[in-house]
């Protein structure tokens, strides 16, 4: 089924008057701004919604009386969150109203567009107004507010008057500046948008893939979600990029057309959309719109419209804006390029982690000027979410014109022999690769390979422990990866550690029939890395090992309450955790309050959570002495425990080690003579060491000039303390841009708060 007959074909299956429709669908589309602006987790495609919203839009035409201030086309999509600052924006943030391109047989695909140019004129008095062309960004909007030459904050569009305010997120974006260049305006607002690039997206989507983990539906589903995490340090690693395409308040040098304000941002640094196209014509905009189409696809993010402007900023003021979008301005949608194909079976492939990934075989179909055969259906739940089978007749579609991916199964062109599908039955409950069981562990939807040796990770754990944030080790992924296990050299990286010169000189990268030779030169180069990643910190090769979940942040973090290798696996302080965590979610449950109406006894209640807490204090107190741990009362009879390395991280690098993969790698790298030793090891968070800071406790927020454990490092050493989270025995909380919620529980507690001007003044022997 063609997805802008959607709406019409729900209201044939349940034919309602008018004013039923006009609210089922209202429900409908608001259900959906929830999930696509504030959870970030869309049901339906961007080609469904659109259809949904037109289609609303029609009954208002036909009904005007049905409108209220609630209805969607009446309100900006809403995408505030819990856990951020509030910033009321000095200018309102509006949409912007879309219009849309239809199939030839409809009649003029543009219609929409001329209608819009000459509604332009006709409100100006002028036969061709003159426009800009450009690319609609799909990512998230965002705005930028400059002081002074100086980045004051950035925040999302929210609900159009109030925004969350992402300044620390924002700050990790390479290409957004800080600070602009002489002669910046005293007040500088813009607009635009954040977005991942889909080349970036793919590898995310891949690795998460490989993780186990869900995957994003889009490139913009996955900026958004990138852009609420609460941890800057995780945001920073993941690829997103920002581009200007508006302006809001603002106070300098007059701005009088489009290109004083484009000439504007390239002095500033601030990089922008392009291309920007003018078009003094009707004809000049419709051919500029056709441009864009074409162009797009080489941009390498996704688009899925061209946006068209009035160029004049003194004739955009006389139009002005309705509650939600401005006059002067619409967005061409282009028609979605969907096809539809037979899905003609299902392979499977094994990661790097062991993650058993299904992939779609199709039969081929030209989508966006590429053939496409193959497209990953990323796990069982995505399978049976969008009830996949084989022998389906799919709708394909490229997210963001480079990604292909099903939207959904036509139904009515089922085969009446498909079955649901089920992975674990279609590879006999074994990997495909190496025969052993696979399992999925609890509150994961992947499938995995439980043999740590399969032939089929090997590679793939090669590469990933061979990449540059790992051991980085020159020349050995990929390819080499492959050709290594393959013609038996390795069965696992550690056995990259035995190759010689001769043998990886001799490595035949090609065919038996075409060889291609490694060569010595790049076997030398190898062989020094691999002997230089003998001494590289602790954290580099937690990173190494694949760990899901134990991404370089998270290694970095762990490598704190370590010295090395050998007591990381070894020790009790991971088991702690553990214990901590289960005790305080016990402890917890047996609150009073929360058994009131239980028929509990209160207190046995509270004689049971006394018992439990003396337990706690005492496995705790070892670490509670060097600062690593601290059980904390919230609330009346309640607990809370913060886990410096997660819930989630604990238990992975646990079982990990105790598990006989693990137990190998260990001893492996004992009889090679490497037990990594942690670069950033503090081993009294408490500091009895004497210094300025002697006694006083520091917790850091927000962006900083320089990464966390730097600034730890010099308060340690300064006989200072930091730790994680603010309480009332904290001193002071440092605090770069951003940091909402900690700067919101300092203030409450009245813990002062300074920048790191000021921390590096009392280093220093200064007082604040």
Not at 322 to 332: E, G, S
Not at 383 to 396: A, F, H, N, P, S
Not at 731 to 745: F, H, I, P
Request: aromatic residues 6%; proline residues 6%.
């Amino acid at each position: 089924m063609d997805l802008f007959e959607f709406a019409a074909s729900q209201q044939e299956q349940q034919p309602k008057s008018p004013q039923e429709r006009y609210a089922e669908l209202c429900d409908t589309v608001r259900r959906n701004n929830e999930l696509y602006y504030a959870q970030a987790q869309p049901e339906i495609s961007d080609a469904e919604y659109d259809a949904l919203y037109r289609e609303i839009e029609d009954i208002e035409r036909e009904h005007p009386e049905f409108i209220t201030p609630e209805s969607p086309t009446q309100r900006v999509g809403n995408d505030l969150s819990e856990g951020f600052r509030k910033v009321t924006h000095p200018a309102p943030m509006q949409s912007i109203d879309d219009i849309f391109e239809h199939k030839p047989e409809s009649g003029e695909p543009d219609a929409e567009l001329v209608e819009f140019y000459q509604r332009l004129g006709n409100s100006l008095g002028q036969d061709a107004p003159l426009v800009t062309v450009e690319p609609k960004i799909d990512g998230c909007a965002v705005t930028l507010l400059y002081r002074k030459g100086r980045l004051a904050y950035a925040a999302t569009r929210g609900d159009g008057r109030t925004g969350d305010d992402i300044t620390a997120n924002v700050r990790t974006i390479r290409s957004v500046p800080f600070t602009l260049p002489a002669g910046a305006p005293e007040l500088l607002e813009v607009r635009g948008e954040i977005y991942m690039p889909s080349a970036d997206f793919d590898a995310l989507n891949a690795e998460r893939d490989a993780d186990g983990l869900p995957a994003f539906a889009n490139p913009r589903n996955a900026t958004a979600g990138t852009i609420k995490l609460l941890d800057a340090e995780e945001v920073a690693r993941r690829p997103l990029r920002f581009l200007a395409h508006g302006i809001g308040v603002y106070e300098g040098a007059p701005l009088r057309t489009t290109a004083d304000f484009t000439g504007l941002l390239d002095r500033m640094g601030i990089p922008r959309n392009q291309p920007v196209i003018y078009a003094a014509t009707l004809e000049e905009c419709r051919a500029a719109v056709q441009q864009v189409n074409v162009l797009r696809r080489e941009l390498g993010y996704g688009t899925d419209g061209a946006v068209i402007k009035l160029d004049a900023f003194a004739l955009r003021e006389s139009l002005g804006s309705t509650a939600r979008a401005p006059r002067w301005a619409a967005a061409f949608k282009y028609l979605p390029e969907q096809k539809e194909t037979v899905l003609r079976g299902i392979s499977i492939q094994v990661g790097r982690t062991g993650v058993l990934t299904p992939v779609a075989e199709l039969e081929p179909v030209q989508l966006s000027g590429t053939t496409v055969s193959r497209a990953t259906l990323h796990n069982q739940d995505e399978i049976e979410r969008k009830d996949i089978r084989i022998g389906d007749t799919v709708l394909m579609e490229k997210s963001g014109e480079i990604i292909p991916a099903v939207v959904h199964v036509v139904k009515e062109k089922r085969p009446a022999d498909a079955v649901p599908y089920s992975l674990y039955d279609a590879v006999g409950g074994v990997c495909p690769s190496c025969g052993a069981p696979i399992a999925q562990e609890e509150g994961q939807v992947a499938w995995r390979c439980t043999n740590f040796t399969c032939p089929a990770q090997a590679a793939m754990r090669t590469t990933y422990f061979c990449r540059r944030e790992a051991l980085d080790i020159e020349n050995l992924g990929g390819t080499v990866a492959e050709a290594l296990v393959n013609r038996g050299y390795i069965t696992t990286p550690l056995d990259l550690f035995t190759l010689t010169v001769e043998q990886l000189g001799a490595l035949n990268l090609g065919t038996d029939d075409e060889p291609r030779r490694f060569g010595e030169k790049n076997a030398a180069k190898a062989l020094a890395a691999l002997e230089n990643a003998r001494t590289l910190p602790l954290e580099r090769w937690l990173t190494a090992f694949g760990i899901p979940t134990i991404g370089t942040v998270t290694a970095r973090t762990c490598a704190k309450y370590h010295r090395n290798l050998a007591e990381l696996a070894g020790g009790d302080f991971l088991p702690l955790l553990v214990q901590l965590e289960d005790g305080v979610e016990r402890y917890n449950s047996l609150n009073p309050k929360a058994r009131a109406n239980k028929g509990s006894d209160k207190e046995e209640l509270l004689a049971q959570q006394a018992g439990l807490k003396e337990q706690l204090d005492t496995a705790a107190a070892p670490y509670s002495a060097r600062g690593y741990v601290a059980l904390e009362a919230d609330g009346a009879n309640k607990l809370k425990f913060t886990n410096p390395l997660g819930a989630a991280s604990t238990r992975k690098l646990l079982a990990y080690f105790n598990s006989s993969a693990g137990q190998t790698v260990l001893s492996t790298l004992t009889g090679m003579g490497i037990n990594p030793a942690s670069a950033g090891f503090i081993e009294n968070m408490n500091n009895q060491a004497e210094g300025p800071l002697s006694g006083k406790t520091f917790v850091l927020t927000g962006a900083l000039s320089r990464p966390r454990p730097e600034f730890e490092k010099l308060i340690a050493a300064a006989g200072g303390k930091a730790t994680g989270s603010v309480t009332k025995n904290t001193t002071y909380l440092v605090a770069g841009e951003g940091g909402g919620s900690k700067r919101d529980k300092a203030a409450k507690l009245g813990i002062p708060v300074i920048g790191e001007e000021e921390l590096i003044a009392m280093l220093e022997g200064g007082a604040v």
